[in-house]
């Protein structure tokens, strides 16, 4: 499990496809990263992923066919920026929500504007994510923790501080651009417990 609280920017070093999967080698620049352990978890733009390798501040992790097919890790090249955290102690604070890096779907930046020394992005999700998703909800875009200001429809709002625009890589995103997002945890299990009572629901 993670927060969607970021702790570094890391970097794509190489890229290697393997019999249809990939490969990567990511700079992690985490301030300790002798912490860093083989088969730890690490949430990469939201992607929860194992470590293989370890050197130094360097790791390697294997991306299977099913995760390239469902998020953007197929769009990582040499050189792109990724947001990273480590999994989740008991021993660490809760400063975000409960993510648990399997992403739900791609959604698409579509746009943003300036809102004083912060800026209001917008984006567009599948329609099939729109019952989870409310204002004021929980919401993790490239593994980040954000709160949803508005949504209608398909589309949702958020707000991003100057300290989020400067800590994580969504700072460099335009319209059009894709994002890896996951849902509550907690509205994708309520949602479970209520389809039994809910006539309506797609899945009756």
């Known amino acids: 499990m993670f927060t ?19 490969r990567f080698a990511i700079k992690t620049h985490f301030s300790q990263p002798e912490k860093i352990k083989l088969g730890d978890s690490i949430a990469m733009d ?5 470590v293989t390798d370890i050197n130094g501040d360097q790791v390697k992790v294997d991306v299977s066919v099913e995760t390239v097919e469902k998020t953007t890790v197929g ?23 409960l993510v648990s890096g399997h992403v739900d779907a791609i959604a698409h930046c579509a746009g943003r ?14 329609a099939e994510l729109a019952r989870f998703i409310v204002t004021k909800g929980s919401i993790t875009i490239n593994g980040v923790s954000l709160t949803v200001n508005t949504v209608e429809d398909n589309e949702l709002s958020v707000n991003l501080v100057p300290h989020t625009l400067e800590h994580t890589n969504l700072s460099e995103l335009q319209a059009g651009d894709a994002v890896n997002i996951e849902i509550d945890t907690i509205a994708r299990y309520v949602d479970k417990m209520l389809q039994p009572h809910n006539t309506n629901h797609p899945d009756n």
Do not use: M, Y
């Open 113 to 126: 504007q300036a809102s004083a020394r912060s800026e209001i992005f917008t984006f567009k999700f599948p």
């Open 46 to 50: 939201g992607v929860c992923l194992t």
């Open 4 to 22: 969607g609280i970021i702790q570094s920017i890391g970097q794509v070093l190489e890229r290697e496809e393997k019999s249809g999967d990939l």
């Open 75 to 97: 769009d990582w090249q040499v050189n792109r920026l990724l947001n990273l955290e480590p999994a989740l102690t008991l021993q660490d604070q809760l400063g975000g929500h």
